[in-house]
């Protein structure tokens, strides 16, 4: 990836990028939160495999449950994805001068930009990742959701699991880019679009997704239950009910609605880890991360392969001018 390009390049094409990815992504992401917030309430609770899951998911609620709460990323991410590629790119660009250009940017540094970059996005990627999650969880829209929030709680409630998201976002970030880039130079990648070049880069964004996402996966899980949780302060909005379809997606009882008197409630992140522990044990950490890792590597492989198109695209379309 040039870090010579100008920062609108790097924001316009890292917009681009995100919602290609995203739009890979979306069933697997929505089955992720699904699984990754159920709880085992008294043991009563027994999760099903991810496709039954899946295929239940369609079968109940028909094939847009599969892309619900994609509208937040979407409009999010023309922040999130553009202000991540964007920050990367500048930190990596003052890294250029200080090396005085004698020699490319140490994967150290490389790391260091995504670390900055992930600390940069964290005012658009909480509130996001929240109305997403609820959207994805909860029986309710992606807009029904924002007001509910916003009329409820202030803009200070997008920031629910503001914390988690920044020690998930940074150091997942850094290790995104330092594989993605340290990939790139073992593998010899040149900027053309030779049919062994893209299926370099290709390797090399999936690859950078599968490891980021194993290296943060735990906290990803407490993020979720964090957020999807209600205000202990609120009453839940009447259109934020979360149904648990259990004859459907976890046992065979009939469909019921789990509410705040029967969900666990947090008070922050080491709270939320010794309750989900001792109710679930270990696992509980890695549920859903089949899936996850299912998805990382079309979605992140697609992501960095259309930036390095948009991005080279741009630059062209600057030297003529």
């Keep these: 990836m040039e870090k010579k390009f100008p920062s609108f390049n790097d924001f316009f094409a890292g917009y681009i990028s995100g919602v290609a990815g995203l739009l890979v992504g979306s069933p697997l992401d929505v089955l992720k939160v699904r699984l990754q917030t159920a709880s085992n309430t008294n043991g009563r609770i027994q999760m099903s495999s991810s496709i039954r899951t899946l295929m239940e998911m369609k079968r109940a609620e028909g ?18 994805n553009s202000i991540l590629f964007a920050s990367y790119g500048g930190i990596m660009r003052v890294f250029d001068e200080y090396n005085l250009k004698s020699s490319s940017p140490t994967l150290s540094q ?10 940069a996005c964290f005012l658009a990627s909480t509130p996001t990742e929240l109305v997403k999650c609820r959207a994805q969880v909860y029986n309710s829209s992606t807009w029904n959701i924002f007001k509910s929030i916003l009329f409820t709680q202030g803009i200070r409630g997008f920031y629910q699991g503001g914390l988690i998201t920044i020690i998930r976002d940074a150091p997942g970030y850094g290790v995104y880019f330092w594989a993605y880039e340290g990939l790139k130079r073992v593998l010899g990648v040149t900027i053309d679009n030779t049919g062994e070049n893209v299926s370099k880069l290709l390797f090399a964004g999936g690859m950078a997704g599968l490891l980021s996402w194993g290296s943060i996966y735990p906290l990803d899980v407490i993020k979720s239950r964090l957020q999807t949780q209600h205000s202990p302060s609120i009453n839940p909005h009447p259109e934020e009910t979360p149904l648990v379809h259990r004859k459907n997606y976890l046992s065979v009882s009939p469909t ?61 379309l600057q030297q003529q001018n």
């Design 110 to 119: 490389v790391y260091i930009a995504g670390f900055g970059a992930g600390i």
């Design 63 to 80: 094939l847009s449950s599969l892309f619900k709460g994609v509208g937040s990323p979407i409009i999010g991410l023309a922040l999130l």
């Design 256 to 316: 019921v609605a789990i509410t705040r008197e029967n969900r666990p409630c947090y008070t922050g992140i080491i709270d939320c880890a010794i309750k989900s522990y001792h109710a679930e044990g270990i696992s509980v950490f890695f549920r859903g991360i089949i899936p996850t890792l299912i998805r990382a590597w079309p979605v992140n492989a697609v992501t960095f392969y259309v930036y390095e198109i948009m991005i080279n695209w741009l630059n062209g």
